[in-house]
């Protein structure tokens, strides 16, 4: 009988034992999770802090891992701004520099018009068109850097002919053709679908700096590759080109370029053609300097074949 009532006992004990532990064990995660939970809104709090701040908060995660989680998102989010504020400098720089860089061709037209009135004679026509015009190209330059800042919302992409755009941007340059006695050729010719106003803008820059490197002629080659899928407008010179330094920063904001008759190109121009691949990158398109004699540089629009129609002479 002894052993009978021990043994029904048991049951009760081992109940007593499991609900203890329980009871235990429901009370340890509770504590870890309200812990997890608080070290979770210190750390939050934390990263919500001044980055620049002298003090840190007045509650922080006590254990070394969540210090370094800590100081590891405060030292990214410092490089982050870091490089955006760089990248915000440079651009600012860059746009003044080619607002500043109007003052040369003002300067010109105001010296001209000084001489003009103390000879008694009038004010020469084509040399002030050529700096009126190089007033224009800066211009166009700086509002295109401003609109390269919201390019989905002046973008309209639609068809266009690529050689009737070519014709238009060297008739637009002709006066700069002709004072540096540079004949100019268009061949070829397709049609595309893109931003044409993008495509014009980025021609100019490439004409222009074909202009004041060509030694005699300029070509303007218009072509599709076979299938259709791509189209290409070659911009080439028979100027000095560029050399491999050269190459490799001709596409930087204050590039120098090549040389021409042993002076370095305006910065003006250099600037131009990196406004020329930004565009043409936001075209979903490519700009690139081809290696060889003479300056030869290539944009390739790249789209459905659908999008292109041959307009070649046959």
Request: neutral net charge; charged residues 25%; glycine residues 10%.
């Amino acid at each position: 009988m002894i052993l009978d009532r021990s043994n029904r006992g048991l049951p009760s004990n081992v109940g007593y034992v499991i609900a203890v532990e329980l009871a235990a064990a429901a009370l340890f995660l509770g504590l870890l999770a309200y812990t997890h939970a608080r070290r979770r809104r210190e750390v939050a709090a934390a990263l919500s802090s001044p980055l620049g701040s002298a003090s840190p908060p007045a509650r922080l995660p006590s254990d070394e891992p969540w210090r370094a989680l800590l100081d590891a998102a405060k030292a990214e989010a410092a490089r982050a701004f870091a490089e955006r504020d760089a990248r915000a400098r440079a651009d600012f720089e860059a746009f003044l520099s080619s607002v500043h860089a109007m003052k040369t061709p003002a300067t010109a037209l105001s010296l001209m018009a000084e001489r003009a009135e103390r000879l008694g004679e009038g004010l020469g026509a084509a040399d002030a068109r050529l700096e009126i015009d190089e007033l224009d190209r800066i211009l166009d330059r700086a509002l295109a850097r401003l609109r390269l800042g919201d390019f989905e919302k002046g973008s309209r992409p639609r068809r266009f002919d690529a050689a009737a755009l070519a014709k238009a941007a060297v008739r637009k340059h002709r006066r700069l053709f002709i004072a540096r006695d540079v004949a100019v050729e268009v061949r070829g010719g397709f049609e595309a679908e893109s931003d044409p106003d993008w495509v014009a803008f980025i021609l100019d820059q490439l004409l222009s700096n074909a202009a004041k490197h060509a030694a005699s002629r300029v070509a303007v080659e218009l072509a599709l590759a076979e299938g259709g899928g791509r189209a290409s407008i070659l911009v080439a010179d028979d100027g000095p080109g560029f050399g491999p330094e050269d190459a490799a920063r001709a596409f930087g904001r204050s590039a120098a370029g090549g040389e021409a008759a042993g002076e370095a190109m305006p910065s003006s121009s250099g600037y131009g053609l990196y406004l020329a691949r930004e565009a043409a990158s936001r075209l979903g398109a490519a700009l690139e300097i081809e290696p060889g004699a003479g300056g030869r540089l290539r944009l390739t629009l790249a789209r459905s074949s659908g999008l292109f129609g041959d307009l070649s002479p046959m």
